[in-house]
């Protein structure tokens, strides 16, 4: 490992990072996002429907439009989603 890693000063600051999905006005938290899934905290079964995944780090807010081409089931682990845009 570099030294200069190694001597490099610790800040102890971690921004405040919060995922949520929005989809037919209701809120999921999400635990973990990749490129085409979204794994959620505490799943419900929903419909096939647009949503919006929301990223709020330290206060700065970022919405990207998301399909949920198959909707959400409660019984899978890894929500599939189709990236769309983000919102403007």
Do not use: H, N, W
Request: with cysteine.
């Amino acid at each position: 490992m570099p030294e200069s890693l190694l001597s490099a000063p610790a800040t102890g600051y971690s921004p405040r990072l919060q995922m949520t999905l929005r989809v037919g006005g209701r809120d999921f938290d999400i635990a973990e996002s990749g490129p085409d899934f979204v794994a959620l905290r505490d799943a419900a079964d929903v419909e096939a429907a647009e949503a919006c995944i929301i990223t709020d780090i330290d206060g700065e807010v970022d919405e990207v439009m998301v399909g949920l081409a198959d909707g959400i089931r409660a019984d899978r682990d890894e929500q599939p989603i189709i990236r769309r845009k983000r919102r403007a």
